[in-house]
């Protein structure tokens, strides 16, 4: 791996425990300690802890934040109260989605955790328009550290060592809080399916919180988990990931994130665009794929009916977890509908497949 690579705050901890390194987005990644299926089926039913140091975390303050990140995201910032977490969308002037992120609430300022990917150009966007805006933004991926502990055994590993008790923190709210007796910020967030937090220190003490949950955790199965699982497990809980579901020629609606849509608030840079996008009849329609065979139908592979290319794969694995062959991909609208029959085309030949509902697995409580 090129030299010139980004590291985390835990870098060395992963070369130094077996981590297989690659290079995602400009920095090097664990893609696996031991293997994706043991780390997937640890995060299912113990506990599975990620580094995510590598996503961009931006800090906003300022007068006109509110009005700022308003005029930037799909969502409505104004209606979030203290704490609240909210999943928006960047889009451009076109509608094409330049970024999914989040967006958190403090007392007195906001923090944006954007993709790795777009960190640069998400600042860069950033600083194009907000000239005319009373709002400063601090970028804080390299003065700080971000992990994610997943899992259903999540709340209570962390727990003992917060100053708050995390049963009080509900799904996609945050708090500021001491764990170690650091100054963190910890949220009930991930991208995993299931429960979970999402932690933010500075970056000199993220080796000794990351060594305190490996610890604690071992007993209850908890296992380092790297990027291969954690694209298993987004992929088996229908979640989107930039560069395969996302980018730029892809609007919200034709993503299936209207949820994140606030076309009656502010007024969004593409809002014009994303609203006609909406207005489309005939726009792709992002569905899951479940295929009969376990052959794994890898981005890029078509889609058909009948001798008709209707769509193409967008992602795709065999699920560790419903032990079958699945997918997300964009459609034409007439073969969107649940239970339709199509076929994908897997190396030149045709394998058949499904149209099922998204997300593909879903967590009992």
Not at 149 to 163: I, V, Y
Not at 199 to 205: L, S
Not at 222 to 236: F, H, Q, S, V
């Amino acid at each position: 791996m090129s030299d010139s690579l980004l590291h985390t705050a835990c870098y060395d901890w992963h070369v130094s425990h077996s981590g297989r390194m690659v290079d995602f987005a400009g920095w090097a990644m664990p893609i696996q300690y031991s293997t994706i299926t043991a780390e997937h089926q640890a995060v299912r039913t113990a506990a599975g802890l990620f580094d995510i140091g590598h996503m961009g975390r931006l800090r906003f303050t300022g007068p006109d934040t509110v009005r700022f990140l308003n005029s930037l995201v799909t969502n409505n910032v104004r209606t979030l109260d203290v704490g609240q977490i909210q999943y928006a969308l960047v889009t451009n002037e076109q509608g094409g989605i330049l970024d999914d992120v989040l967006v958190y609430r403090f007392a007195d300022h906001f923090l944006m955790v954007v993709n790795a990917s777009n960190r640069v150009k998400i600042l860069n966007w950033i600083n194009e328009h907000r000239a005319s805006y009373q709002v400063q933004v601090e970028d804080l991926t390299m003065s700080h550290f971000m992990l994610a502990l997943q899992g259903p055994r999540a709340e209570e590993l962390l727990n003992p060592f917060t100053d708050i008790d995390l049963k009080q923190i509900g799904y996609y709210w945050g708090a500021g809080a001491r764990i170690l007796d650091r100054s963190s910020i910890v949220s009930r967030t991930g991208y995993t399916g299931e429960d979970g937090f999402e932690v933010i220190v500075a970056a000199e003490h993220a080796l000794e919180l990351w060594e305190t949950l490996i610890r604690n955790g071992a007993a209850v199965g908890l296992l380092p988990a790297g990027l291969g699982c954690r694209d298993t497990l987004r992929l088996e809980a229908g979640m989107p990931l930039y560069g395969h579901e996302l980018d730029e020629s892809i609007d919200p609606y034709t993503a299936g994130l209207g949820f994140a849509v606030k076309l009656d608030g502010p007024e969004f840079i593409g809002r014009d665009a994303v609203a006609a996008a909406k207005a489309n009849p005939d726009r792709l329609r992002r569905v899951g794929i479940e295929l009969a065979g376990k052959r794994i139908a890898r981005e890029g592979a078509l889609l058909f009916s009948g001798e008709q290319q209707v769509g193409r794969v967008t992602s795709g694995t065999f699920s560790p977890t419903l032990e079958k062959s699945i997918a997300m991909g964009y459609v034409t609208p007439d073969v969107a509908a649940v239970g339709t029959a199509l076929e994908v085309d897997i190396r030149g030949k045709r394998e058949p497949a499904t149209v099922v509902r998204l997300p593909f697995y879903k967590r009992a409580h």
